[in-house]
């Protein structure tokens, strides 16, 4: 069962739980290169081409197809690659260089530095400079919003990108693990979130070059969703309560994965997420999820962002118990 410092699952699990300590001390600084910065260009020069190249509806779907292809398994190669090269240069290069890539992809400090970046701002009463913070971190317009609407944005976007940003690309680096490619599996799930988040829209031009990338978000994000949904659940000591309102209202949603993220967070909080947004001067109204019980406060956002961290910490502990037991299965 206790794994020895020669042995690969030892440097994997070491890896998983230096990565995450180093998300939660350092996070993403702003004037350091980022891995997804490097795919969000790569995504942006080739979505751009193609879109002036390409004008025929089919011939955008195939050119989606292939551009996730590349983004994503690219994304995959090339942290193996480097990987490979920098453990062949030394063991310990391959092993800093595997655990600065893997807390790349974890954004559990990234997500709460955004929002405490607002909730500070408006202790001060100084809404402007709180709408220009917030305008960082969501798609809506933010000009008009009042201190409410303020809170539910930061609320929302916690929860959305609690599964987004920090439950599912753990899942997906502990699942890799298993075939000693968690930082691989990590960065290529990384590169599908962004090609979605930049490309998979159902408006123009976006319509036909991305749905292949935000289907396959939607598939690679649905189970770690579903698990992050039932661990809340559980951690709440509401699990009933809280899977019946899920099951009520995630399914009003149009996306398979949102619904059930922001619904659960509402649940558990005992408030009541969506309503009506502004994007682009347009009023789009999105369903209600959870029950108003209580009013969105900063301590009820800092209280989603505990549940991430939580959340996170029992996956990780579980993923590194689960990895040692494999091994102990195998020898």
Not at 88 to 108: E, K, M
């Amino acid at each position: 069962m206790f794994l020895s410092w020669n042995e690969p699952q030892f440097v994997i699990c070491l890896t998983l739980i230096s990565a995450a300590c180093l998300d939660f001390c350092l996070g993403d600084p702003w004037h350091w290169l980022h891995p997804v910065q490097v795919i969000g260009w790569g995504i942006g020069q080739s979505s751009d081409r193609l879109l002036k190249s390409l004008k025929v509806p089919i011939g955008l779907r195939i050119a989606g197809i292939g551009l996730t292809l590349l983004c994503v398994g690219g994304s995959g190669c090339f942290a193996w690659g480097l990987l490979t090269l920098a453990t062949l240069l030394h063991p310990g290069l391959g092993w800093v260089t595997a655990t600065i890539l893997l807390a790349s992809c974890f954004a559990g400090r990234s997500l709460r530095d955004a929002a405490e970046s607002v909730l500070q701002v408006l202790v001060t009463g100084d809404l402007a400079t709180a709408r220009s913070h917030l305008s960082r971190y969501v798609g809506r317009d933010t000009t008009d919003l009042q201190i409410e609407d303020i809170y539910r944005a930061i609320l929302e976007t916690v929860a959305e990108n609690g599964v987004d940003g920090v439950m599912a690309p753990l899942f997906w680096a502990i699942v890799g693990a298993f075939f000693g490619l968690a930082v691989p599996f990590a960065l290529a799930f990384k590169a599908a979130s962004t090609l979605d988040s930049m490309v998979g829209y159902r408006e123009a031009p976006y319509t036909d070059l991305g749905w292949c990338s935000a289907k396959l978000d939607d598939v690679l994000v649905w189970l770690p969703c579903r698990l992050t949904v039932l661990t809340l659940a559980v951690l709440s000591g509401r699990p009933r309560q809280i899977w019946a309102l899920c099951q009520r209202d995630a399914y009003q949603d149009p996306s398979p994965n949102s619904g059930w993220s922001e619904t659960v967070y509402a649940a558990v909080l005992r408030v009541q997420l969506g309503g009506a947004n502004r994007y682009r001067g347009v009023i789009k109204h999105k369903p209600l999820l959870g029950n108003p019980d209580r009013p969105i406060t900063p301590e009820r956002v800092r209280s989603a962002l505990q549940l991430n961290r939580v959340c996170f910490l029992l996956w990780l502990t579980i993923g590194v118990f689960l990895l040692a037991l494999f091994k102990s299965m195998g020898s």
